[in-house]
């Protein structure tokens, strides 16, 4: 059984870079066609798709964000992570890590970071 | 971007009523449609994918159809875990891109 785990500060300054990490246990990151995905939900609101990297190591990025993001993987400890930078407080999010595979079957609990000094 | 719209955004239904959610793409989108449960403070779950095709798991009170723009989500006699928001998501193009979400509680 395929479960994530996402980890990382739960609080970022403005200005600053957020960084998480997503564990993957019960498969590998860097095996089948799988796309590793980054989804975020303000506080009330609905689901962003951030962006993913592919098993191959190819990246996509939502436009909106693009400019901010980086996703890379580390198929040592099977992780892959998020790096957003120049956060602003509507980055206040529970950001998710997903796998993809004909939908998202697989999601982490979650993680709230809040952008505040 | 493909916008996703979804109808009604909050419905009030009894144990027991079949329930219909609309899930609609501001551009054809073959089937590459997927719905999830979302229950407070948890991660979204996967329910139907590719349109119709029940995820492994999920009871088959759960069904989806539609192609192209237009899609729908029937829960065929609901039940007391049922009550959650539920929303649809496109995978025809990136960005991926969800719809605003749909309430269901209890009447």
């Known amino acids: 059984q395929v479960q994530l785990q996402e980890s990382g500060p739960g609080l970022v300054k403005p200005s600053e870079t957020l960084s998480l990490t997503c564990t993957v246990s019960g498969g590998s990151v860097s095996s089948g066609s799988y796309y590793w995905s980054w989804i975020r939900q303000p506080p009330g609101k609905g689901l962003e798709w951030i962006g993913y990297?592919?098993?191959?190591?190819?990246?996509n990025y939502n436009p909106s964000l693009k400019s901010r993001v980086t996703i890379s993987v580390d198929t040592s400890k099977n992780q892959f992570s998020l790096k957003l930078s120049s956060v602003t407080a509507p980055d206040t999010a529970v950001y998710y890590c997903?796998?993809?595979?004909?939908?998202?079957?697989?999601w982490g609990q979650g993680t709230l970071v809040t952008v505040s000094s | 971007d493909i916008q996703m719209t979804q109808s009604p955004s909050s419905l009030s239904a009894s144990v027991g009523d079949r329930v219909t959610i609309t899930c609609r793409a501001s551009q054809s989108i073959s089937s590459y449609l997927n719905w999830y449960q979302q229950k407070p403070g948890k991660a979204p779950k996967l329910l139907i994918y590719?349109?119709?095709s029940l995820q492994s798991g999920v009871p088959s009170r759960f069904s989806g159809s539609g192609s192209g723009t237009d899609f729908t989500l029937t829960i065929s006699s609901l039940q007391p875990e049922d009550f959650a928001t539920y929303y649809c998501?496109?995978?025809?193009?990136?960005?991926?891109?969800f719809g605003p979400g749909t309430k269901v509680d209890i009447k």
């Open positions: 998501q496109q995978s025809y193009s990136t960005p991926d891109t």
């Open positions: 990297i592919y098993y191959s190591g190819s990246t």
């Open positions: 997903a796998r993809d595979n004909s939908g998202y079957g697989y």
């Open positions: 590719a349109a119709s």
